[in-house]
């Protein structure tokens, strides 16, 4: 257990649907990350939530809408998605301040769109 | 900007034998340099990291990793192989923000056969 809790684990959706992706974070961090994992591609990162604040937004597309309400909260919401989005999103947290300082990710939620 | 290339999508090793997987990266400032290990079904744990303290780091199950600067690598070792190691290993640059927006490879899978 890393301290960082994703839910759902598994979500199938359709093309027109709405979810969401929740990630939560027990460990103080005050910094947290949406990373996406494509098969036989690097982790890519999506979103960094600094201090509460979206601080780097890597040219996603406007379908996946990220939302940090708190320190230890962060959701990816999802609509109109399209059959290339389906992968494992991973959610992670760190302390801001330290460069060098090491990730902890949850378990990812595994997305299929159909 | 950094980069990191993994040489080797998969690694297939004898229980017992030597675990040698390949991470060359390139960064315009100072590295902090990782891996990280994926089991099935799970997100990313770290196994080490490197920031300049030593250039031999030494982390958890049994692997190490050594930082050469002159030949940009950080390759990561293990003695003798254990069936528990069979995983999925990333290697990962971290950037000079002050939050850990790191760059990853594109992962080595480890067989490890009986």
């Known amino acids: 257990e890393t301290g960082v809790t994703q839910t759902p684990r598994h979500l199938v959706m359709g093309m027109t649907n709405k979810k969401s992706l929740k990630c939560e974070q027990h460990l103080g961090h005050n910094a947290m990350y949406w990373y996406k994992q494509s098969a036989k591609k690097p982790l890519e990162l999506m979103f960094v939530y600094s201090l509460e604040e979206r601080v780097e937004n890597n040219s996603v597309p406007s379908r996946f809408s990220p939302e940090c309400p708190n320190s230890s909260h962060l959701f990816l919401h999802l609509h109109t998605l399209q059959p290339e989005d389906s992968a494992l999103y991973l959610c992670?947290?760190?302390?801001?301040?330290?460069?060098?300082?090491?990730?902890?990710f949850g378990s990812g939620t595994q997305l299929s769109v159909l | 900007a950094q980069s990191v290339t993994q040489l080797g999508s998969h690694v297939s090793v004898s229980e017992g034998a030597l675990v040698l997987l390949r991470c060359n990266y390139s960064?315009?400032?100072?590295?902090?340099l990782f891996w990280y290990v994926q089991y099935p079904n799970q997100g990313l744990q770290l196994l080490l990291k490197y920031t300049s303290a030593a250039t031999l780091v030494k982390g958890i199950n049994g692997f190490e990793a050594e930082f050469k600067k002159s030949e940009t690598s950080f390759h990561l070792t293990k003695p003798s192989a254990h069936m528990s190691d069979a995983a999925e290993y990333f290697c990962a640059v971290s950037g000079d923000s002050g939050y850990s927006t790191l760059t990853f490879g594109k992962g080595t899978m480890l067989l490890v056969s009986p």
């Open positions: 960064s315009s400032v100072p590295p902090y």
């Open positions: 992670a947290s760190s302390q801001v301040g330290l460069t060098g300082e090491k990730l902890f």
